[in-house]
């Protein structure tokens, strides 16, 4: 199913793909085999692919989307939910007004989400604005612009770093061991099992091994068994639980 010029779509299960190469509009809820927008496209109900939904143009969803792999190059914008049962990459700009769920979740655009966002693996190079709680085995995010902003952080490996990670900034030898790789500012917590955070304000840190690196504002630090802090962080308080 085809939209090439300008067009609508009346929604159901159609056993084929949709593409819309120009401005398409799909009438009420749709399932499809996959979904692939390089135009302008908005479907007025819920969107479901049994494969892949791939954004490189404009669309909106005024509904949950759930796909088994979603792509965006371009913009969308959903109302509810957005589900990817595999794999979640974004390289332009995605925003939801629902929660975000994947098994993994790869984005170097922009990323938003009013709820929060719960996935086996995360990986952010670019900015991240999440109402509610982020939470993942392991959370990777390298901030390179201000702008980013987190409710909470919860996950097994945790690490936050600025994009200066390989341009000669001074860092105290357990946060070079446990970092990967602009500020963020995570409202309420952030809980795992190793953390190593930079340039991160928030209101209290609590982990097993905790590296807080240079730029950091924390006001309480709760730690199990091994904490670093750079001298140019500012720490409330600190405190090794038993």
């Known amino acids: 199913m085809n939209i090439s010029g300008s067009g609508k779509l009346c929604g159901g299960d159609l056993n084929e793909d949709v593409r819309i190469s120009g401005s398409g509009k799909v009438e009420g809820n749709?399932?499809?085999?996959?979904?692939?927008?390089?135009?302008?496209?908005?479907?007025?109900?819920?969107?479901?692919?049994?494969?892949?939904?791939?954004?490189?143009?404009?669309?909106?969803?005024?509904?949950?989307?759930?796909?088994?792999?979603?792509?965006?190059?371009?913009?969308?914008?959903?109302?509810?939910?957005?589900i990817a049962e595999n794999e979640l990459r974004i390289s332009g700009s995605a925003a939801t007004e629902g929660n975000i769920k994947?098994?993994?979740?790869?984005?170097?655009?922009?990323?938003?989400?009013?709820?929060?966002?719960?996935?086996?693996?995360?990986?952010?190079?670019?900015?991240?604005?999440?109402?509610?709680?982020?939470?993942?085995?392991?959370?990777?995010?390298?901030?390179?612009?201000?702008?980013?902003?987190?409710?909470?952080?919860?996950?097994?490996?945790?690490?936050?770093?600025?994009?200066?990670?390989?341009?000669?900034?001074?860092?105290?030898?357990?946060?070079?061991?446990?970092?990967?790789?602009?500020?963020l500012k995570v409202s309420e917590d952030i809980e795992g099992d190793i953390i190593a955070i930079e340039n991160v304000r928030a209101k209290r840190v609590v982990g097993r091994i905790v590296a807080i690196g240079r730029g950091c504002d924390i006001d309480e630090v709760r730690y199990s068994e091994e904490i670093e802090i750079n001298p140019d962080a500012r720490i409330g308080n600190c405190e090794k639980e038993l």
């Open 102 to 183: 994947c098994s993994a979740l790869k984005s170097s655009g922009v990323i938003s989400t009013d709820g929060g966002i719960e996935s086996d693996e995360v990986k952010i190079s670019g900015v991240i604005n999440c109402g509610g709680l982020l939470n993942a085995e392991k959370i990777d995010i390298e901030i390179s612009s201000n702008g980013s902003k987190i409710e909470s952080i919860g996950g097994s490996e945790i690490r936050i770093c600025s994009d200066q990670i390989n341009k000669g900034i001074l860092r105290l030898p357990l946060f070079k061991k446990l970092a990967s790789n602009g500020a």
């Open 30 to 82: 749709l399932r499809c085999i996959s979904f692939k927008c390089s135009g302008a496209g908005k479907v007025e109900g819920d969107l479901v692919c049994r494969e892949e939904l791939k954004v490189s143009g404009a669309m909106k969803v005024e509904g949950n989307t759930t796909a088994q792999n979603i792509s965006v190059s371009g913009s969308f914008k959903g109302s509810g939910d957005c």
